[in-house]
T-cell receptor, first 113, second 111 residues
């Protein structure tokens, strides 16, 4: 039973560029959430996707957008990258009816130069 | 913004000792969860306690929840060097909603 997978593992971009991060949820899970974790901080919620729609959104600008596909996998897109976007991006999956526990992937380390 | 605070920010103990970490939060919750993170990698789910529960055990872990004080504690008994990691509490306000994390406690267990 595959867990949550994310790609790529590491990514280096320059300011102003755009980036796409990918996530495949744990088998059987239908909900995907994205978090940003700056160095030395706790993860911050970006948004959550369920049934291919953004259901909840955290306090992030419109430069952050996402998508969920019919197979429940998800993408996080960030446009016009800023130095402050450098962070570990974590994807978590859960089952809508399971009530609480989220399973996290290994993360994508994004560095913006 | 972060839901609350974890205390202490850093904890260093010897193998075999117990480690206690505390978490405070600000709003009413559906459940509170504890996660472990090794060296900036993915988060590993440790234990979930629901708002109507007061204490829960899982192996060497014991979690308590006091909703009147909006606080929780995680106790790791008989610690091992492999327990060295960052520990985060996270709250879920309503079922299926976002998790709001604290800043974390960095635990170092010395062999």
């Amino acid at each position: 039973d595959a867990g949550v997978t994310q790609s790529p593992t590491h990514l280096i971009k320059t300011r102003g560029q755009q980036v796409t991060l990918r996530c495949s949820p744990k088998s059987g899970h239908d909900t995907v959430s994205w978090y940003q974790q700056a160095l030395g901080q706790g993860p911050q919620f970006i948004f959550q996707y369920y049934e291919e729609e953004e259901r909840q959104r955290g306090n992030f600008p419109d430069r952050f957008s996402g998508h969920q596909f019919p197979n429940y996998s998800s993408e996080l897109n960030v446009n016009a990258l800023l130095l402050g976007d450098s962070a570990l991006y974590l994807c978590a999956s859960s089952l809508e009816t399971s009530g609480g526990e989220q399973f996290f992937g290994p993360g994508t380390r994004l560095t913006v130069l | 913004s972060q839901q609350g605070e974890e205390d202490p920010q850093a904890l260093s103990i010897q193998e075999g000792e117990n480690a206690t970490m505390n978490c405070s939060y600000k709003t009413s919750i559906n459940n509170l969860q504890w996660y472990r993170q090794n060296s900036g990698r993915g988060l590993v789910h440790l234990i979930l306690i629901r708002s109507n529960e007061r204490e829960k055990h899982s192996g060497r872990l014991r979690v308590t929840l006091d909703t009147s004080k909006k606080s929780s504690s995680l106790l790791i008994t008989a610690s091992r060097a492999a327990d060295t990691a960052s520990y985060f509490c996270a709250t879920e306000e309503t079922s299926g909603s976002r998790l709001t994390f604290g800043e974390g406690t960095q635990l170092t267990v010395n062999p």
